[in-house]
């Protein structure tokens, strides 16, 4: 049984940074390609970043470019998300989630994602 845990996530003001970690276990960390999403109060679940399971590819929403950092640790089992100057609509459920879609192509559709953490809840105050 694969299972993910976030943590990292909290009460920051706007400006303000926050780095989630996603830790793997179950299965080698290393099988998937991984993404985090994020739920936003009364909207759907969607695509933040994603890391290509070869290749170290990676793909953010146009909204957090320049801002997020999606990385991993093979050795600690571990995807992390680095979040820089937060803003208010960055306020959400932070979920990581994990892909058996193995290629150079960075997985972005909730549907092709196999397992899913609990996730964290980033609030970014103004």
């Known amino acids: 049984q694969v299972q993910l845990v976030e943590s990292g996530g909290g009460l920051v003001q706007a400006g303000g940074s926050l780095r989630l970690s996603c830790a793997v276990s179950g299965r080698t960390f290393s099988s998937y390609s991984m993404g985090w999403f994020r739920q936003a109060p009364g909207k759907e679940r969607e695509f933040v970043a994603g890391?290509?399971?070869?290749?170290?590819?990676?793909h953010y929403v146009d909204s957090v470019k320049g801002r997020f950092t999606i990385s991993r640790d093979n050795d600690k089992n571990t995807l992390y998300l680095q979040m820089n100057s937060l803003k208010p609509e960055d306020t959400a459920v932070y979920y990581c989630?994990?892909?058996?879609?193995?290629?150079?192509?960075?997985?972005?559709?909730?549907?092709?994602?196999?397992?899913w953490g609990q996730g964290t809840q980033v609030t970014v105050s103004s």
């Open positions: 989630a994990a892909s058996l879609i193995r290629n150079t192509v960075v997985v972005v559709a909730n549907r092709q994602y196999d397992y």
């Open positions: 890391l290509s399971w070869i290749g170290g590819n990676t």
